[in-house]
Structures are given as structure tokens and as C-alpha cells.
């Protein structure tokens, strides 16, 4: 045991432990990323774009089959990711979201005496001598650790005023495994760094530490009661929201004392309803309660899936909701800063308002577009979607023609596709917890609107920032004055440019559409060259063995140049 809970000592020692899980999934890695450049990369730059488009959706359940297959088998954080995966409905295709979706209730548990030894390593006893009882049988096991039933000795329950609580214990060994599995992680992002494609997008070498920090913090349960009742001072006074209290003297950095809150799950409809409780007058309440933390308070939960939040029924006179929705597991909490928050309250302002040019300024607020992007097109892009779907539900969404869809990507994937985009610190966490929250809500209610709920709340937004409405006005004045005070001088420059014939006007999409020709010359001209090499090679080779081979092995070459000339050519 003591070798288990010491593997950190030594910073290589997980990975000379675990070589054979590092390869593993290295190798999966390396296979998938090889299938998407051939199919999605190389097939359509020789004009075979038509086979990848038609295999695209078998091979994308068959990549979530194969990953949901090793991370069952794997455990660790591999379930970690693919529960990020499964709750990205927004960027991920159904194919691979509804294959991860159920992951989580599939990690096997773990034995109890293993969960035994480790609680009593770290409460210096037993559990048997330091509970009254603690039931065998886990209620939920995790890919991190996993819980038990558990009374309170006589003397804990007196001090504490509790009795039924939950004991939640690390999977033994984990710390050694979230060390290897982070390694893999990190060695993944730095090849994904060297494709363009991906590194002008995203900085995966951050995008893994800031999973790295948010799952070293999972596996330290003493943040994660820190963090219990930061969220519940929260909340406090809050008739909405209730938490579990935390059992400090039975709490460790790998074992956790909580109450047991255990109710109705937030998406069991027919408990619901056997309640007396209607689900679509949950969803609205739920979705009000996580604007709250994301927008004003600042500290949220940042895995609110299903099986974290409870409803649970209490007395309560006419008039008043006769039921609270209990948070649970706080390992995964996130914290936005004042910055980005403004910046957030902004956007959701836009949005409620339809205002595709602010949501723009928003995203350039929050910091996910880049410095350098030329956001125009993508206020048209805004303005557009707006005008055609804004304030439809999910619901409504699925009754629109797919091909009204698709005519809007056309016309503006290039836009999108071609702005710097980056992800701010803390960003995954955020996406996440609206990822869970929308389809939380959904599930309470198929004709869920979240508009429903985002206008009302950024009307309120706006009235509590209405304070600050004087100081934009004069901003703004200030800003029209320099630009008025200016004019006079640049008008003169631009006369005088003019006149000298000096004046250059940039049409940024014509040389992107010339340089896209030039490219597209020299690259037929390359294919054509290795197709004929190929071809004389195939015959020649019938009759001499080692001219067809070397033809064959030259045709490589202007292959090489079809695919890559050009490609510096801005």
C-alpha cells in the first residue's frame, strides 16, 4: 500500500509502471490522427473528397466505439476525456457524443477491500472501527473513485448532528495513473501543435495543462470540501439550492465525509412526475441557477451532469416551490475571472438582444478571438443567424430543413473556418458546464427554449449594469470627438496619396482566391506528372521488374509537390 501511495516520490516511476497504458494510448492516438489526415486531409487534395464524405459518418462511430472500448477497459482519465467529448454537442457530430454519452455508468468498481485499506491508511483505522457502518456495495463509482453508504460512530454523529452519510474514497492507485495518463495527453498535444490546421486554432499544450490542473484537483478531496462550502456560502439564504454538509473530522486528501443528500435525479422523469413534481418547471430553474455562477458570482460547477444534481422534495406553504435541486461532487469547479465575466455578461446581452455586431465585440471581450482577426465577416455571419434562427429551441431547431443549414455553412465556413480563434484560461470548464446545462435541460424538456431563460436574465443584467450607462455614453463621445478632431488630417493624407498615384487598396479575399489558383496550377500540373509515372510504372513493370519499381518510387515526388505546393503562399 504504502508503494502505492508513495509512487509521486519519483517522478519517472508511474511511467516505468505503467509503460504498457502509455503506449496504449500513444498508439490509438497516432492510428486515428493518421485515418483523419488520410481521409480528410490527403483524399481530397488528389479530388477524392466525395469517399471521405461518404465513409465520414461510419468512421466517426466506429473512432467512438473503439475509444469508449479503451476507456472502459483503461479507466482514469480516459473516461475524464470522454465525458469531455460526449458533452461537446455544439462542435462534436451525434455519431461520436452518443457513443461516449453513457461512459461514465460503465466504469466498473472497485473491489472493497481495496477501497477498505486506502480509507484506513488515511483515518489511521479501520472503517469498520470508525463508522457505525459502511455498506459494501458502492452507490457510484467513478473513473477517479467511488462512494459508499455510511453511518456516523455515535460520538461523530453528536458533534456533527449528522447520521446517513456518504464516504467517497480514491480508487487505489490513481495518482500514479493520472501521472501517466497526463503524459500520454501531453505528448498527443505536442504532435496535434506541429498541424496547422489544428495549432492555428487552439493551443492544445494548454488546453491539456489546464485538464492536467483540473484533474490533479479532482484527486485532491480537500480542495473538493473547500470547495463544497465555498459553493454553498454561495448560495446560502438561496430557497433554490441546497448542498451537503462536510464531515472535517472524517475528511482527508483521499477520502471525503459528505451528507447524504441522495434524492431524485434532476433527469428521472417518472420520479419526478411520482413526485408531484412537472420536469419542464425544473429546467428553467436550473438553467437560472448556473447563469448565476457563471455570470455573477463567479464560482461554478463545472460537471453538472445528471448524476451530480438531485431534486429533492420539501415542505413548503401555498405558494412556494416545494422542492430545492441539491449540487453534489465539487471536484470540478472552475472560476471566472471579473474580466472575462464582464465580457460574458456582454455577450449574453447580445444574444438575448440579437445583436450579431456586439455578440462579435463580446467574443473580442472574452478574449476568443485573436488580435488579428478581421471580425467583419463574422458580424454578418451573426447578423444572419440571428435574422434566421434566433430564439428557436432545440425542438425547433430539429424541424428545419438540414439543407437551410447547410446553405448557411457554405456561406460562411470560410469565414469562420479563417478567424484565429483561442480558448482563455478556464474557457473548457465554461463550455462544459453550458454543454451539461443545455442538455440537462433538454432532457427535462424536449421544447426547452433557452431563450426563454437567457432574455429574462440579461434583462436583468442589463438593468443592474445601467449604472454604468453614463460612462459609456461620455466614452463614446470622447471617442467620436478624437475620431471627428483627426479626420481633417487624413482626409489631407489620403488627397495627397492620391495625387501621387500611391495609394494601394488590399482586396484580401481576391489575392487569397488568386493565390488559391496559382496553387491549384501547380498542383495539377504535379498530378498529372505522378499519375502518368504511376500508370507507365503498373505496365512497364509486366515486363521489367526494376524500371516499373524505380518509375513507380519517382512518382512519389510529384505527388509530394502536388500536396504541399504552394502552401507558404499567403
Given amino acids: 500500500m504504502s508503494s502505492i501511495l508513495h509512487a509521486r516520490d519519483d517522478p519517472q516511476r508511474p511511467l516505468r509502471q505503467h509503460r504498457g497504458r502509455y503506449r496504449r494510448i500513444l498508439r490509438f492516438a497516432a492510428w486515428n490522427l493518421a485515418t483523419t489526415w488520410w481521409f480528410e486531409l490527403f483524399l481530397p487534395r488528389i479530388g477524392l473528397g466525395g469517399v471521405a464524405a461518404r465513409t465520414r459518418s461510419r468512421r466517426m462511430r466506429q473512432f467512438a466505439r473503439r475509444f469508449h472500448d479503451l476507456a472502459v477497459e483503461l479507466g482514469g482519465l480516459m473516461i475524464k476525456v470522454g465525458q469531455f467529448l460526449s458533452s461537446r454537442l455544439d462542435v462534436l457530430p451525434p455519431e461520436i457524443t452518443k457513443e461516449l454519452e453513457g461512459l461514465q455508468d460503465e466504469v466498473p468498481p472497485v473491489a472493497f477491500p481495496g477501497i477498505a485499506a486506502l480509507a484506513g491508511h488515511e483515518l489511521g483505522a479501520p472503517p469498520d472501527q470508525v463508522f457505525a457502518s459502511v455498506d459494501e456495495s458502492p452507490i457510484a463509482a467513478a473513473s477517479l473513485g467511488q462512494a459508499h453508504r455510511a453511518r456516523l460512530n455515535p460520538m461523530d454523529a453528536g458533534d456533527t448532528g449528522l447520521d446517513a452519510v456518504v464516504l467517497k474514497v480514491q480508487r487505489p492507485g490513481i495518482g500514479a495513473i493520472v501521472d501517466v495518463d497526463l503524459a500520454a495527453l501531453r505528448k498527443v498535444a505536442g504532435w496535434l501543435s506541429h498541424v496547422r490546421l489544428v495549432s492555428r486554432r487552439a493551443d492544445m499544450r494548454a488546453l491539456v495543462e489546464e485538464f492536467a490542473m483540473i484533474s490533479l484537483q479532482e484527486i485532491d478531496y480537500l480542495q473538493e470540501a473547500v470547495n463544497a462550502e465555498r459553493f454553498a456560502a454561495d448560495f446560502a439564504g438561496d430557497d433554490r439550492v441546497a448542498v451537503p454538509e462536510v464531515v472535517w473530522e472524517r475528511t482527508t486528501r483521499r477520502v471525503l465525509t459528505l451528507e447524504d443528500v441522495t434524492a431524485i435525479k434532476i433527469t428521472d422523469a417518472r420520479a419526478l412526475r411520482a413526485a408531484g413534481i412537472d420536469p419542464a418547471t425544473v429546467a428553467p430553474v436550473f438553467a437560472a441557477i448556473m447563469f448565476d455562477q457563471l455570470f455573477t458570482n463567479g464560482f461554478f460547477h463545472a460537471d ?267
Wanted: glycine share 10%; hydrophobic share 50%.
Fill in 304 to 570: 453538472p451532469h445528471p448524476g451530480n444534481i438531485f431534486v429533492t422534495p420539501v415542505r413548503a406553504g401555498a405558494g412556494e416551490r416545494p422542492w430545492k435541486l441539491t449540487f453534489i461532487d465539487f471536484g470540478m469547479m472552475g472560476e471566472v475571472t471579473p474580466s472575462t465575466r464582464s465580457g460574458l455578461r456582454k455577450l449574453l446581452i447580445a444574444a438575448a438582444a440579437r445583436d450579431g455586431k456586439g455578440l462579435v465585440a463580446a467574443i473580442n471581450d472574452v478574449g476568443v478571438l485573436m488580435p488579428s482577426a478581421d471580425s467583419v465577416g463574422l458580424e454578418r455571419a451573426m447578423t444572419q443567424l440571428f435574422a434566421r434562427f434566433g430564439g428557436m429551441g432545440f425542438a425547433e431547431l430539429r424541424e428545419v430543413d438540414p439543407r437551410e443549414f447547410r446553405d448557411f455553412a457554405v456561406e460562411f465556413g470560410d469565414v469562420v473556418r479563417s478567424l484565429p480563434f483561442q480558448l482563455p484560461e478556464n474557457f473548457l470548464l465554461i463550455i462544459r458546464a453550458m454543454s451539461l446545462t443545455s442538455g440537462v435541460c433538454s432532457a427535462l424538456d424536449e421544447r426547452f427554449n433557452l431563450w426563454d431563460s437567457v432574455e429574462p436574465y440579461a434583462a436583468q443584467l442589463l438593468r443592474d449594469e445601467r449604472g454604468n450607462v453614463v460612462q459609456d455614453v461620455a466614452r463614446q463621445a470622447l471617442d467620436a470627438a478624437g475620431i471627428a478632431l483627426r479626420l481633417p488630417g487624413r482626409l489631407d493624407a489620403l488627397a495627397g496619396r492620391l495625387e501621387e498615384g500611391s495609394l494601394e487598396v488590399a482586396v484580401p479575399r481576391l489575392e487569397r482566391q488568386a493565390a488559391r489558383l496559382e496553387r491549384a496550377g501547380r498542383r495539377a500540373a504535379s498530378a498529372v506528372v505522378f499519375g502518368a509515372l504511376l500508370v507507365s510504372g503498373a505496365i512497364v513493370r509486366a515486363d521489367d521488374l526494376a524500371a516499373g519499381n524505380a518509375l513507380m518510387a519517382a512518382s512519389s515526388l510529384p505527388l509530394l509537390h502536388a500536396l504541399w505546393a504552394g502552401r507558404r503562399v499567403r
